[in-house]
C-alpha cells in the first residue's frame, strides 16, 4: 500500500525543515562578514521634497531650480550627512509642479503621503502660494525658493519661510537704486511705460510701481498687461513706441521678456534703459547667450549670489561646465537647501514641529547671496535684499549697490 497523506505531508514537512535549517546554519556562518553591509544597506536617510515645475511654461526656470537643490543636496552628503542624526543623508523626492498651482498642491499631497520632513522650491507666486497652504494643513515646513508676491507671507502660516525678499522689499530696493543710478548719470530719464504679466506677480508689482514712482519724480506713460503665456508683443512694441518713454520696466517670466526685448530690437525701439525688477530673463545667462543684441544694456535688479564669493563663483562654474545657463534660481535653491540642512543639524530631528523651531532661530551664514544676516520674522527672512545686474558684453555683471560692484552702470543705454 501506498504512503497516508499525513506521512506524505510529514515527509515534506521533514524535508523542508532541514532545507531551512541548513539555510539557517550558513546564514549563521556568514554573518560576522554579512553584518556590516546589511547595516550599511540600511543608513538612515532625511526625506526632503523639492517642488519645481520641470514642464510647461515654466520649465527652464524649474530645472535651473532642481540644478541648485541637488547640488546642494550631493555636496551635504560628501561632507558627511547630517551629523546631529549619525550621518544620515538626505533623499530628495522631486516633485514637478507643472508650472500650475494645482499640479504643484498635488505634488504636496504626494510628499505628505511619502513622509518628506521639508519642501524646497516652487518658483512662480501662484505655485508658492498654492503648495505652502497646502503644505500647511500638515505642518510641513515649506521654504520658499523664488516667489515674491508678499500674499503668501502674509497669511501667517507657521510652516512658511521665505529666505529672498518679497516684492515689497525689492521694489524699495529698486526703486531707490533706480534714483540713485538715474541721479548719478544727470538724470536723463523722466517718463516710464510698465510692462508686466497679468498674474499674480506682475499685477502685484505694477501696483506697487504706480504708487511709487511718481514719488520718485518719474511720470509713469502707461502700464501694459500681458498674459502668460505670450505669443506676440508686436502690439506692445508699438505702443512702446508711440508713447516713446526714456524707460522700459518689465516685469515677467523669461519666454516673455525675451519675446519683449526681441521684438523691440527687431523694430529699434531704443529708450534710454530697459530697467528690470525681477526680470524673467534679464538675470540669465541663457538670454545673454542665445540673444546678445537684444540683451545688451539691459539692467535688472532682482535675486543674485555674492559675486565676490569664492563658493558662489565655484557653483557657477560648476552649473556653466554642466552646458546648462545660469541664473539666480540655482543660488537661491541651493542656498535654500542649506539653510535647510542646518535646519536639521540644530533640531538634531527630522521632526517638521522641530525643524520649524530651528527655522526660526535661524542665525544662518553659509549660503552665498548678498544678504546680512538670517533673521526670520513671521516666516520672512528680514536680511534679504536683491541687487542690481547689467548684461554687458557676454556676461551679468552686478553694478549696485558698491559693496559688491563689479562693473560700473552703463546708463543711459542710448
Known sequence: ????????????????????AGAAAAAVTALPFAAPSVL?????????????????????????????????????????????????????????????????TQEVERMQAEGVSAIVGGFASPICLAASQAAARYDLPYLVDVGVSDQI?????????RFSPGFGKVTQVALDNLTAINDKAGKPAKTVVLVHEDGLFGSGLAKLLQTELPKRGFEILETIAHPTPARDMSNVALRIRSLNPDLVIPSNYYGEFVLLART??????????????????????????EFPQAAQNVIDCNHWHDPKNPKALALRKAVEGQGKSFA?????????????????????????????????????????????????????????????????????????PDAFAEAKANFPAA
Open 153 to 161: 507671507m502674509a497669511r501667517g502660516l507657521t510652516n512658511t519661510f
Open 40 to 104: 550599511r544597506a540600511q543608513t538612515a536617510v532625511v526625506k526632503i521634497g523639492i517642488l519645481q515645475p520641470v514642464t510647461g511654461a515654466l520649465a527652464h526656470d524649474g530645472d535651473l531650480g532642481r540644478a541648485g537643490a541637488e547640488m546642494a543636496i550631493n555636496e551635504i552628503n560628501a561632507a558627511g550627512g547630517i551629523k546631529s542624526l549619525g550621518g544620515a543623508k538626505l533623499e530628495m523626492l522631486f516633485g514637478d509642479a507643472r508650472s500650475t498651482p494645482e499640479a504643484g
Open 328 to 400: 539666480y534660481n540655482v543660488s537661491l535653491n541651493y542656498s535654500n537647501v542649506l539653510l535647510l540642512a542646518d535646519a536639521i543639524e540644530r533640531a538634531g530631528s527630522a521632526d517638521r514641529k522641530k525643524i520649524i523651531e530651528a527655522l526660526n532661530a535661524s542665525t544662518f551664514a553659509g549660503h552665498i547671496m548678498p544678504y546680512g544676516p538670517t533673521k526670520f520674522v513671521n516666516g520672512q527672512n528680514q536680511g534679504a535684499t536683491p541687487i542690481n545686474t547689467q548684461i554687458q558684453g557676454e556676461d551679468i555683471k552686478v553694478i549696485f
Open 264 to 289: 523691440m530690437q527687431q523694430q529699434r525701439i531704443k529708450p534710454k534703459g530697459i530697467y528690470a525688477i525681477l526680470g524673467g530673463a534679464a538675470s540669465n545667462g541663457r538670454f545673454v547667450k
Open 1 to 20: 500500500m501506498g504512503r497516508s497523506v499525513q506521512d506524505s505531508t510529514l515527509a515534506g514537512i521533514s524535508r523542508r525543515t532541514v532545507l531551512k
